[in-house]
């Protein structure tokens, strides 16, 4: 009895091998588009600077203030420590798009001189700028 649930008959194993061209038939289709449909996670690096505190920086502020505003600058040189560049690369998930911004802060006597950038801070920045008296 055993012997005969381990072993399949001849009849079985004919149909057996009938249906294996079939079952491979239905199942390439589908393990087709499984490999499709791999997800690809969004990646983010650096550090994103908002118009918004763009907006609130000004110049004169010092370095410790510009870094409560915006976090830690992700590059620094060490030859250039007047210099801090924020950075941030974005790939949107399941897509080829990339967005990318620089934004670049010069300090003079440790406080802020000028910003150059894709973001742009808003015209009220400059207000605490020193006013050249004519």
Same mark, same amino acid.
């Given at each position: 009895? *055993? &012997?005969? #649930? $381990? ?8 149909? =057996?091998?009938?249906? %294996?061209? *079939? &079952?491979? #038939? $239905? ?8 490999? =499709?449909?791999?997800? %690809? ?94």
């Amino acid at each position: 009895m *055993i &012997l005969t #649930l $381990l072993q399949p008959d001849r009849q079985t194993r004919r149909h =057996g091998a009938r249906m %294996r061209p *079939i &079952l491979a #038939l $239905l199942l390439a289709p589908l393990l087709a588009l499984a490999a =499709g449909c791999v997800y %690809r996670m969004e990646i983010q690096q650096g550090n994103y600077v908002s118009q918004a505190a763009a907006s609130q920086l000004k110049l004169g502020m010092t370095k410790d203030q510009v870094r409560f505003v915006l976090g830690t600058a992700l590059l620094t040189d060490i030859f250039h420590e007047d210099r801090w560049d924020y950075v941030y690369w974005r790939r949107r998930a399941n897509s080829r798009d990339v967005e990318e911004r620089r934004f670049t802060l010069l300090f003079r006597d440790g406080t802020l001189n000028r910003i150059e950038g894709d973001v742009v801070p808003t015209p009220a920045w400059s207000a605490g700028a020193p006013q050249s008296s004519q």
